[in-house]
């Protein structure tokens, strides 16, 4: 069935800067029984509250690491550090953000279907441009503040007159930026980008479905009853409607078609995931690598009613990156040492690039089968989680460099600032945000304690299709 992107209605609100308002969209009129289905994807609501969480449990584990990040500053370190925490952050920096972004490319298609370039941009001006600069004039001069603390406690700086005056320049070098911020900006310039290409197709879009489409419907069904892994004839005709792009991703075979381009680009700088960037303007690098993400998430939206083909792999793809992973530690330590170049820094951009799509697809997955029925705790922590991500940082660094001096092994300071951290957060949440001008500002409305609606269709129109969060 072709879904019309201009036959959405928003009912709701969203929480992460790329999400969108619970929408739900219909088909053209044919006769049919009243169908009553749930406006929301629960499981990516889990999955964008888990994604914060981890955001948390990564900078968490930084003073805890065997090989640190190259060209990151910060304001605590372990003298015992430990190797399972080492493995847990590293595995959460390789793929955690292109998660972030492949739900931020899905979601932001979603919304823009539904307003006008003019809305779709006022709109994500406020809710990521003018909340990251709120954020940058409160969250980061804390976040300074603190990092100073931590090196006076170290012995690193001593002050020279007035506070943060005379740090020693190996430790100013990477101190000044928007830290963490970074994502909202690149998210921002990306739905910039996401409304140039909707005007672009709308003026070339016979051209453009004509490049794209190599065989014809014909053709491509055929072959699909030959290779369709068992798909149904009703979902094998939906699929030989895509372009060639789309249908490699609802194919097994999708990892691939990310990692190919992540890894040409992490071979030019593998600093975009091994290493930091402190910066007040958007590095070109990370740019281009995090633009394949949002731009897999952007085509996800396209068919959103096969999403459930998505779910079939998500299992084997999350076996295959713990494999992975295994054998590309080793390589990671050994890149942080000394930067590895030619066939041994090939090899591990490209498990670099693979894990990270394969991790990624995996737990989109695995929680758009295993979470169809929302719960009030994981709906909770999604409505949060764009808060606990603008919040985190300083309540992180604040008690890494509190309980430095405590005689406890390494592991249990990791759980120590993560439990903290995250207890902050949503305390910060519940209080002054979910339900004041702020959380309207985060969230599109403001919360009520009204149970969520269950959408009635109209009889003489097609089943609903729940799309969105």
Known sequence: MDLSPSLITELGSNS??????????????VKSAVTFLPARLHGLDTLRGLAAVLVVLLHAGIPY?????????????????CSIVDAITWCSECFIMPVFFVLGGFFSAGMLANRSDREFIAGR??????????????VLPACLCIWALGWMADGLYVPDGLFLLGIPPELEAELYGVAHIWFLQNLYLYCLGLCFVRWLSFRYSHQIRNGLRMLSLDEASDRLRREGDGLPDSQLDEVAR????DRWLVSFWKPVLLAAPCALILYWDTR?????????????????YYSVYFTAGVLLDRHRSLLSLHARFGLRYLILAGILFMTMLPLIHEHTIAELSGARRALLVTQLALFAALVTFGLIGIFLKFNRRGFASTCYLAEASYWVYLVHLP????TQVAIAPLPIPAVAKFAMVGATAMAISLLTYHVFVRETCIGV???????TKKTEPVIAAPAQTAPLVACSV
């Not at 999400?19 to 088909?27: I, L, P, Y």
């Not at 990040?69 to 910060?74: A, I, K, N, S, T």
């Not at 809710?127 to 004039?137: D, E, K, M, N, P």
């Not at 975009?272 to 281009?288: A, D, E, T």
């Open 16 to 29: 992460m800067p790329g999400a969108v308002s619970e929408v739900v969209r219909t088909a053209a009129p």
């Open 65 to 81: 690491m065997l090989c640190p990040f190259p060209y990151l500053v910060w304001p605590a370190r372990d003298a015992n550090p």
């Open 125 to 138: 001006t406020m809710r990521l441009f003018v909340t990251s600069f709120a954020a940058g004039i409160t």
């Open 242 to 245: 895509l372009g060639w792009w």
């Open 272 to 288: 975009i995931v091994l290493g930091f960037y402190q910066s007040f303007i958007p590095v070109l690098s990370k740019l281009v």
């Open 395 to 398: 309540f992180v660094t604040l």
């Open 441 to 447: 500002l985060l969230n599109g409305c403001r919360r």
